[in-house]
């Protein structure tokens, strides 16, 4: 049976330092989407605001809420990871969920600008968090829910 990850929404934080270029990070952002989600169907939110020294940073908000937008920016996310970023969210799945049944994964900006998506614990990164419907709504019910989903073949 295929194990697909039910999730309430999905929403993506990343930060455009003054040092980038605004386009290119979008383009960064884009390589998580896969391409039957409409730009429409993304709720975009930039917060125009200061770093620690006074520089100006944007901040880039971007939330799927639509269960069939939801459902295939999963099934796609889980295309694009691979076997060995997969084994270790597995792993982690612990202490990336929190106890309001959110999983927070952290993407390379500049691999994923290159079109690669790859799992990295760093700073200059792609955040995405996950808000996963599980029952009874525990953090242990998605910890469960995120390892089978990882560790299913097919879904």
């Known amino acids: 049976m295929v194990k697909?990850?039910?999730?309430?929404?999905?929403?993506?934080?990343?930060?455009i330092h003054a040092t980038e270029?605004?386009?290119k990070v979008l383009e960064a952002l884009e390589t998580l989407f896969p391409d039957d989600v409409?730009?429409?169907?993304?709720?975009?939110?930039?917060?125009e605001t200061e770093g620690y020294f006074?520089?100006?940073?944007?901040v880039v908000d971007a939330e799927l809420r639509r269960s069939k937008n939801v459902r295939?920016?999963?099934?796609?996310?889980k295309k694009l990871l691979s076997e060995e970023d997969k084994a270790y969210l597995v792993e982690h799945a612990e202490e990336k969920v929190d106890e309001t049944g959110t999983f927070y994964i952290r993407f390379d900006k500049q691999k994923a600008y290159l079109?690669?998506?790859?799992?990295t614990e760093g700073e200059d990164v792609i955040h995405v968090r996950i808000k996963v419907k599980a029952f009874p709504m525990k953090k242990?019910?998605?910890v469960k829910a995120v390892r089978e989903w990882l560790s299913d073949e097919d879904g």
Do not use: C, M, Y
């Open 72 to 77: 295939k920016f999963l099934e796609n996310l």
């Open 54 to 58: 006074g520089n100006p940073i944007l």
């Open 140 to 142: 242990e019910s998605v």
């Open 115 to 119: 079109g690669e998506v790859k799992v």
């Open 38 to 47: 409409s730009p429409k169907d993304v709720e975009f939110e930039v917060i």
């Open 4 to 15: 697909r990850l039910q999730a309430h929404s999905v929403k993506i934080r990343t930060f």
């Open 21 to 23: 270029d605004p386009e």
